[in-house]
C-alpha cells in the first residue's frame, strides 16, 4: 500500500525537520526535492548546461553536505525556473512517490504538481524574519560567521523567485493545510502533523 505526504513551502520554513520526523514516525521514505535542484544548481556552478544536468541526475550526486551552501541553494532557485529542468525530475519523484510502504516528499510543487493525488498535502510556512532568525541561529551554532540582513535579504529574494516563477510556482494547493510555524517549536509543528496524518490513515 502506498500512502503520500507532499510537503511545501519556503526555503527555511522547517519542511525538512518536519518531514524527516514524519517519515522516521511512520516508518515512510523521505525525499528531499530541493536536492534534486541542488545537485542541479551545483553541476551548473561547475560548468554543467542545466538541462543536460538535470537529465543526467542520479541518485549519488544527491549528497546533503555538499549541496547544503547558500551559493548552491540560490543556483538551484535559478535552475528551478526553467520548465525542462522540471520536466527532467518528475519522473524520479513520482516514482519515489509510489513506492509501497509509504513516502513523504517536501518541495515547493510536490501538492500543485508533482502529487497531486497526495493523501495529506501540508503547506509549512513561517515569517521571513522568522526564517531568517532560524538560518542565523543554525549557521551561527555550526560556526558559521553570517550577517542576518544578508540572510533575511536572500531569504526575501528566493521566496520572492520561486513564487513568481511561471513553471510550478511555490503557492500552497487548494487542499493543502495550512502550519504556521513562526510561533510554534519543531515539537509541536510535528505533534500537529502526526494528528493530521493520523486522522487521515484511520
Ligand atoms: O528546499 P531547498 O531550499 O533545498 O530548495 C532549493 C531550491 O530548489 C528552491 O529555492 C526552489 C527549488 N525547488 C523547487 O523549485 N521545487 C522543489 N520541489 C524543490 C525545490
Redesign the pocket.
Known amino acids: 500500500m502506498s500512502f503520500v505526504i507532499a510537503i511545501?513551502g519556503p526555503?527555511?520554513a522547517g519542511?525538512?525537520t518536519l518531514a524527516q520526523a514524519l517519515s522516521s514516525h511512520f516508518g515512510f521514505a523521505y525525499l528531499?526535492?530541493?536536492?534534486?535542484?541542488?545537485a542541479v544548481?551545483a553541476a551548473v556552478l561547475a560548468g554543467a548546461e542545466p538541462i543536460a544536468a538535470a537529465r543526467s541526475l542520479d541518485p549519488s550526486d544527491l549528497n546533503p553536505n555538499t549541496?547544503r551552501t547558500q551559493a548552491v541553494?540560490d543556483a538551484?532557485?535559478r535552475?528551478?525556473?526553467i520548465a525542462d529542468v522540471?520536466t527532467a525530475l518528475v519522473e524520479f519523484?513520482r516514482s519515489f512517490a509510489g513506492r509501497d510502504g509509504g513516502a513523504v516528499?517536501?518541495?515547493?510543487?510536490?501538492g500543485t504538481v508533482?502529487c497531486p493525488d497526495a493523501d495529506v498535502k501540508l503547506f509549512v510556512t513561517a515569517s521571513a524574519q522568522t526564517r531568517a532568525d532560524r538560518r542565523f541561529a543554525e549557521l551561527t551554532a555550526k560556526g558559521v560567521k553570517t550577517d542576518l540582513a544578508a540572510i533575511l535579504a536572500e531569504v526575501r529574494a528566493?521566496d520572492d523567485?520561486?513564487q513568481n516563477?511561471a513553471e510550478?510556482p511555490?503557492i500552497a494547493a487548494a487542499d493543502a493545510i495550512l502550519i504556521d510555524t513562526t510561533d510554534m517549536t519543531a515539537a509541536q509543528a510535528l505533534a500537529e502533523a502526526i494528528t493530521i496524518v493520523t486522522a487521515k490513515r484511520a
Open positions: 511545501d526555503a527555511a519542511k525538512g528531499d526535492t530541493g536536492l534534486l535542484y541542488r544548481g549541496l541553494a538551484a532557485s535552475v528551478a525556473a522540471r519523484q516528499l517536501d518541495g515547493r510543487d510536490i508533482i528566493r523567485r520561486d516563477r510550478a511555490l
